[in-house]
């Protein structure tokens, strides 16, 4: 197979590798679309993960399955699938505890372009199939379903984690497309105030369209500034951390939050990083500000019922979509967009109709 691959820090390029062995609960899968994420530019230029070689990238793809092992029972070849990022191994205890996304370890169950080559190949392996694959229905269209690997379910996952119920003021800290989707999410959990916290104007144009009423533009200040004066002194309800840096963007989010409310962080922080914030801020302790932050679920019940989000017209990925690209050799091109990060930018995705 080829795929493309980090090769050292820093240092990006296609590679030829032998096709991954199928075990019995496993499938190997054509990829139909795959898109970039921030986690890839992270892992390749900013150390996140520690020095990879020869590490094919990549964790957001739908695909065709290609082969299956002799105890997968739900999935054939030719069947056109939703892969999820986060593939857990569900007999590990962890996931028997209701931490699936830690089988085999904390973020055990992230294994594309962390612990095993990634979607950016020409074959690329699933482990435990009939767990983590589901069926792509007809009416999603490949690049949309891209999504459903990671920006859809991540994004939501912040609601979920931060408890985002009726009425409840919001603020969302980064408008990317994971905070357009934590945004989105908020929004269909009942959130009668939502603050997008960004200032590029295609992320801010999208994000009233999933249902933002306010803006905060973090260039005309703190950001806790503005949002305290705008809930009269009071904060919010929620708070949902998609972006920023450990210290910074905690300091803010824990001033802004009232007494008895949460946070839900998946911002992927810089490990090498501590997170600060101010502990008078905090109820010095004992301000029942609460803190979560988790690796969103995978597999596949998770997918099925993201993808019916989609179908019934729940959720509109394509408004995420600002770059598409027709054919398996441009994904550096659309990686050196996640590097860059121009201002037209929410997200790219590869069309790989050119792979057999």
């Given at each position: 197979?080829?795929?493309?691959?980090?090769?050292?820090?820093?240092?990006?390029?296609?590679?030829?590798?032998?096709?991954?062995?199928?075990?019995?609960r496993?499938?190997?899968?054509?990829?139909?679309?795959?898109?970039?994420?921030?986690?890839?530019?992270?892992?390749?230029?900013?150390?996140?993960?520690?020095?990879?070689?020869?590490?094919?990238?990549?964790?957001?793809?739908?695909?065709?399955?290609?082969?299956?092992?002799?105890?997968?029972?739900?999935?054939?070849?030719?069947?056109r699938?939703?892969?999820?990022?986060?593939?857990?191994?569900?007999?590990?205890?962890?996931?028997?505890?209701?931490?699936?996304?830690?089988?085999?370890?904390m973020?055990?169950?992230w294994?594309?372009?962390?612990?095993?080559?990634?979607?950016?190949?020409?074959?690329?392996?699933?482990?435990?199939?009939?767990?983590?694959?589901?069926?792509?229905?007809?009416?999603?269209?490949?690049?949309?379903?891209?999504?459903?690997?990671?920006?859809?379910?991540t994004?939501?996952?912040?609601?979920?984690?931060?408890?985002?119920?009726?009425?409840?003021?919001?603020?969302?800290?980064?408008?990317?497309?994971?905070?357009?989707?934590?945004?989105?999410?908020?929004?269909?959990?009942?959130?009668?105030?939502?603050?997008?916290?960004?200032?590029?104007?295609?992320?801010?144009?999208?994000?009233?369209?999933?249902?933002?009423?306010?803006?905060?533009?973090?260039?005309?200040?703190?950001?806790?500034?503005?949002?305290?004066?705008?809930?009269?002194?009071?904060?919010?309800?929620k708070?949902?951390?998609a972006?920023?840096?450990?210290?910074?963007?905690?300091?803010?989010?824990?001033?802004?939050?009232?007494?008895?409310?949460s946070?839900?962080?998946?911002?992927?922080?810089?490990?090498?990083?501590?997170?600060?914030?101010?502990?008078?801020?905090?109820?010095v302790?004992?301000?029942?500000?609460?803190?979560?932050?988790?690796?969103?679920?995978?597999?596949?019940?998770?997918?099925?019922?993201?993808?019916?989000?989609?179908v019934?017209?729940?959720?509109?990925?394509?408004?995420?979509?600002?770059h598409?690209?027709?054919?398996?050799?441009?994904?550096?091109?659309?990686?050196?967009?996640?590097?860059?990060?121009?201002?037209?930018?929410?997200?790219?995705?590869?069309?790989?109709?050119?792979?057999?």
């Open positions: 197979m080829k795929g493309f691959a980090m090769l050292g820090p820093n240092k990006t390029g296609f590679i030829e590798k032998e096709d991954p062995k199928v075990g019995s496993d499938a190997l899968v054509r990829p139909l679309a795959v898109a970039p994420c921030t986690s890839d530019i992270h892992t390749v230029f900013e150390d996140a993960l520690g020095p990879r070689e020869n590490m094919i990238l990549g964790h957001e793809a739908c695909g065709v399955v290609v082969e299956v092992g002799e105890d997968v029972k739900d999935f054939k070849p030719g069947d699938v939703l892969v999820p990022a986060i593939t857990p191994n569900w007999s590990d205890v962890y996931s028997q505890a209701g931490y699936a996304t830690d089988s085999d370890g973020l055990g169950g294994k594309f372009s962390n612990i095993k080559d990634g979607v950016f190949a020409t074959r690329f392996h699933v482990n435990d199939a009939d767990g983590n694959l589901a069926h792509l229905p007809d009416e999603i269209d490949p690049a949309e379903a891209c999504m459903l690997s990671d920006m859809i379910p994004g939501l996952h912040a609601s979920e984690m931060a408890g985002v119920t009726f009425g409840d003021a919001v603020a969302v800290i980064g408008i990317g497309p994971v905070g357009l989707m934590a945004l989105r999410g908020a929004v269909l959990h009942g959130a009668g105030r939502v603050f997008a916290v960004g200032s590029r104007e295609k992320t801010v144009e999208v994000a009233k369209k999933y249902g933002a009423t306010d803006i905060i533009d973090y260039h005309n200040g703190r950001i806790s500034d503005q949002i305290l004066e705008a809930t009269g002194g009071q904060g919010v309800d708070v949902l951390i972006g920023g840096n450990a210290k910074d963007t905690f300091e803010e989010a824990v001033r802004m939050l009232k007494p008895g409310g946070i839900g962080n998946v911002n992927y922080l810089n490990g090498h990083d501590d997170v600060a914030f101010n502990a008078g801020d905090w109820g302790g004992m301000g029942h500000k609460t803190i979560h932050g988790g690796l969103m679920p995978g597999g596949r019940l998770r997918m099925e019922k993201l993808a019916a989000l989609v019934n017209g729940r959720i509109d990925p394509s408004l995420m979509i600002t598409r690209f027709e054919g398996f050799e441009k994904i550096p091109d659309a990686i050196e967009l996640m590097h860059h990060k121009p201002a037209d930018l929410i997200k790219p995705v590869v069309i790989c109709n050119d792979i057999d």
